[in-house]
C-alpha cells in the first residue's frame, strides 16, 4: 500500500510536464491525499470539520435572523408570525396544503408529475410533533449523512485520488447545500436518497435500491423516473467502450 | 419515461406544450450551465433572509462550478466521448427530464431542483472530464501503467 502510494505520487510528479515547478505543491498534495497510509480513512475526511464549522455558523446566523425579526415586524419570510413556522406556505390547486396521505401522492403525481408539493416534509414531521429547529437538525443530519452516501459512491466511482478530493469538497461545499440543510424543506433527503439509490444499484443492494426509490419517491415522485435511468444504464450492456472507466 | 410524463400533462392541461416551447431552450440552458437572465441582468441582490441570500450565493456557485467543467470538456475535447458512458448518458437525460418537466409544468427553476442536475454532472461527469489529460487515456489509467511497469 505504501509503496503504490509512492510510486502514484512520483508517476504523478513524471506525468506533469512542469516537474521542477509543480514538485513541492504535488508533494504537499500527495502527503494530504495518501494520508490514508497512515489512518486507513479516506482522505475527504479531513473537511468535515470545517463542514460542521460552516453548517453551525449558517444555523446560528439563520437563527439570529429569525430572533430579530420576530421582534421587528419587517420580515418577509414566514417566520415573522412564529419562529416555528416552516420556510414555504405552499398551495395544491389554490388549497394550503396541510398533510396529503399516499394515495394523494399518487392521485397528484397522475395529475401533475412536476408538483414540487407532493408531500410536505415538515407539515408530516410536525404531524409527529417535530418543531421548527428541530426539523432544521433532522436536515442537518441529513447534509452528513449525504456527505457519506456521496463518499461512497466517489468511492465506488473514481479511485482515491487529488481529483476525487476536489471533486467531492465542489459538491459538498455547494452554499445550495447548505441552504437546505438549514431549512425546513426536504430536499436534502431528496439528494440522500436519490445518491443512495444509485449507489445500491451500482453495489447490486437491490432490496436496499428499492427501499431507497420509495423513500424518494414519498418525496418528490418524479425523481422516480432519474433512478429508472440509471437503472436502464446499469443492467443494459455497454454499447460503446468507455476508456476512462476502464481503469477505475 | 420523458414521452410518458409530457403525455400525461398534456392530457390535463394542452397549454402546457406552449409553455414547453417558450420556456425549453432557457430552461435547458440554465440546467446546464446554471445561467439564467437574472444573473446576466444583474437582478440578484444579496439581501433578506440568510437562506435567501445563500441561493443567490449558490447560483453563481453553479454557474462557475458549470462553466469550469464544462470549458474543461471542450478544453481537452472530450465532449464526444462522454456521450459514450452509460452513466454519463443517464446524467445528461436525467438533466433532460427535469428540464423538460420544470419547463412545462411550473416554467422555471429554483436553486434546489437545479442542485439535482448538477450533483450528477459533478458525481458522474466531472470525473470523466478531470481524469483524463491524454484523449481517451485516463489520468488514473496512466497512474496504474506506470505502477505496474515500476512492479
Known sequence: ?248 | MIILSVSLLLQIRPYFLQLLRNEFLVRFVENFTGLNWYMITGRYKLEGSPTYKLEIVGNYYVFLSYSLIWTMAIIKRKLKQLIADRLVLASLISGLYLTVLHAMAIGFFVLRIKLITWLLVFAFISPEIILSDVPGLSVSRRLLNMTERKG
Not at chain 1, 476536489?166 to 436519490?194: C, E
Not at chain 1, 414519498?218 to 450492456?237: D, E, N, S
Open chain 1, 1 to 248: 500500500m505504501i509503496y503504490q502510494t509512492r510510486v502514484s505520487c512520483r508517476s504523478v510528479l513524471i506525468g506533469s510536464r512542469k516537474e521542477e515547478s509543480t514538485k513541492l505543491s504535488t508533494n504537499a498534495r500527495c502527503i494530504l491525499i495518501h494520508r490514508e497510509r497512515w489512518s486507513g480513512l479516506p482522505a475527504e475526511l479531513v473537511l468535515v470539520a470545517l463542514q460542521v464549522s460552516i453548517i453551525f455558523l449558517v444555523l446560528v446566523w439563520r437563527i439570529d435572523y429569525a430572533g430579530s425579526t420576530v421582534n421587528n415586524p419587517i420580515w418577509t419570510e414566514p417566520q415573522q408570525f412564529s419562529p416555528f413556522m416552516p420556510d414555504e406556505v405552499s398551495y395544491i390547486s389554490g388549497k394550503m396544503v396541510r398533510f396529503i396521505s399516499l394515495s394523494d401522492v399518487l392521485l397528484n403525481y397522475l395529475e401533475n408529475p412536476v408538483n414540487v408539493n407532493l408531500w410536505r416534509f415538515h407539515i408530516f414531521l410536525k404531524s409527529k410533533g417535530f418543531k421548527w429547529v428541530q426539523i432544521v437538525w433532522i436536515n442537518i443530519v441529513g447534509y452528513f449523512v449525504f456527505v457519506a452516501v456521496l463518499l461512497s459512491l466517489l468511492d465506488n466511482l473514481v479511485r482515491n485520488s487529488a481529483y476525487r478530493f476536489l471533486i467531492f469538497a465542489m459538491i459538498t461545499f455547494n452554499p445550495g447545500l447548505f441552504q437546505i440543510s438549514v431549512s425546513s424543506i426536504r430536499d436534502i433527503w431528496i439528494l440522500v436518497f436519490l445518491v443512495a439509490s444509485i449507489l445500491s444499484l451500482r453495489k447490486k443492494l437491490y432490496v436496499l435500491a428499492v427501499l431507497f426509490t420509495i423513500l424518494l419517491g414519498i418525496l418528490r415522485t418524479y425523481m422516480l423516473g432519474i433512478v429508472i435511468f440509471f437503472a436502464f444504464a446499469m443492467f443494459f450492456k455497454k454499447s460503446f467502450p468507455s476508456l476512462s472507466r476502464v481503469s477505475y
